[in-house]
């Protein structure tokens, strides 16, 4: 198996870091299972998400923190969890985690803490700020942020005025240009924008769901999107669709001056079995 792995790296890890930088790998859309022989769009996530995270450990020496941000396990099963968490732990950095609308956040605090593993709503790293907000809704796949998590938002951005701010949920805040997915955006965007927008620490917002590459900015803000581990959708497609495109994760370099240099790293094909057919899911 190991070797099979080792083939399918296609890329190399970014060589080192700018002095003082903070580097962040961001892993989402896991998708997991009780069952590890259970598959997604004839995908089996298991299999995908360990040669994702095989990738990401050529980083290993180079990184501060995992940063999981939703989908995590499929069924949000407490196998699923705590299978994930062990296999994180075993990664050897400090990990931080954030529920999407597949998961049931009280089943994930319960089983995704402990060790190097928990589910904070804030990070601080160096002269940088990391808050994870709870973008569910329960029973919806579409995301919302409560007055609270706003009010939370709001309370650590003014406590930490010098400190650069990266903001982590699971839904996007802004459409991606695809009808279908963008009906399960934040439904309240705009309090949540606005308040970004009266902080001038705040320097990015990245999320998973829309499992793809998407990259803007907003006001000055870098605003990215994350391929899943395991099924990518077909990028500026109105209607569902499954793409080719391998699985992957994100790589963020935070500068001491603000500055976040980014990039997203893939292994070189998925593991056999994808059904293009697949309706949803």
Same mark, same amino acid.
């Given at each position: ?15 080192? /870091? ?37 990738? #990401? ?25 705590? /299978?994930? /968490? ?5 990664? @050897? ?6 529920? @999407? ?11 995704? /803490? ?28 579409? @995301? ?20 650069? #701010? ?81 699985? @992957? ?5 935070l500068q001491p001056d603000g500055r976040i240099d ?20």
């Amino acid at each position: 198996m190991a070797q099979d792995i080792v083939k399918l790296i296609s890329q190399k890890p970014e060589s080192g /870091r700018h002095p003082g930088a903070l580097r962040i790998l961001q892993i989402t859309d896991c998708h997991l299972h009780a069952n590890t022989e259970w598959k997604l769009a004839g995908i089996n996530t298991q299999i995908s998400f360990d040669w994702v995270m095989s990738l #990401a450990e050529q980083q290993k020496a180079q990184t501060d923190l995992l940063l999981l941000t939703g989908d995590l396990v499929h069924d949000a099963s407490p196998i699923g969890y705590r /299978r994930l /968490r062990q296999r994180v732990q075993e990664f @050897g950095v400090r990990a931080c985690c954030l529920p @999407g609308n597949h998961d049931k956040p009280e089943t994930l605090n319960a089983h995704m /803490r402990g060790g190097l593993v928990d589910v904070p709503k804030q990070v601080k790293l160096g002269n940088w700020l990391i808050i994870l907000l709870d973008s569910t809704q329960p029973h919806l796949e579409g @995301g919302h942020l409560s007055e609270r998590e706003l009010r939370t938002l709001d309370k650590l951005l003014r406590d930490n005025p010098d400190r650069h #701010a990266l903001i982590a949920l699971h839904h996007h805040p802004i459409p991606i240009n695809s009808a279908w997915m963008d009906e399960m955006v934040l439904d309240n965007p705009r309090p949540f924008l606005s308040l970004l927008e009266r902080h001038d620490n705040v320097k990015g917002v990245i999320w998973g769901h829309i499992h793809q590459t998407f990259e803007t900015d907003h006001h000055g803000i870098r605003m990215l999107g994350t391929p899943s581990t395991c099924i990518q959708f077909i990028e500026n497609q109105d209607t569902f669709g499954i793409s080719t495109a391998p699985p @992957g994760f994100r790589w963020l370099e935070l500068q001491p001056d603000g500055r976040i240099d980014t990039g997203v790293e893939r292994i070189a094909a998925l593991p056999p079995g994808l059904d293009l057919k697949t309706a949803g899911y």
